[in-house]
């Protein structure tokens, strides 16, 4: 995989933080917890975008003539 150096800047409390995650052993370096949080970052971002779109699907098709106690009962059945 190729990589890419960049520059970034911390602040002193930030970099303290940082060196203290390294230092429990948490990550081997600075490096691999920052692409760490990074890959967090990714993750979160799809899974907003999969609820966004389940919500838009759910609102395109319209209202169900089901009545909140029938979709609770099909939920608990494992229909739904």
Known sequence: MDTVRKSITFT???DSWIKLRVQNGDFT??????R???RK???????LAE???AIDQGLQ??????K???IIQKVDNGEL
Do not use: A, C, T
């Open 12 to 14: 002193n409390q930030q």
């Open 51 to 53: 609820l966004k779109n």
């Open 36 to 38: 760490d949080l990074v």
């Open 61 to 66: 098709s319209g209202k169900s003539p089901l």
């Open 29 to 34: 370096n600075d490096s691999e917890y920052i």
């Open 41 to 47: 970052d990714q993750q979160e971002n799809m899974k």
């Open 68 to 70: 909140i106690k029938d």
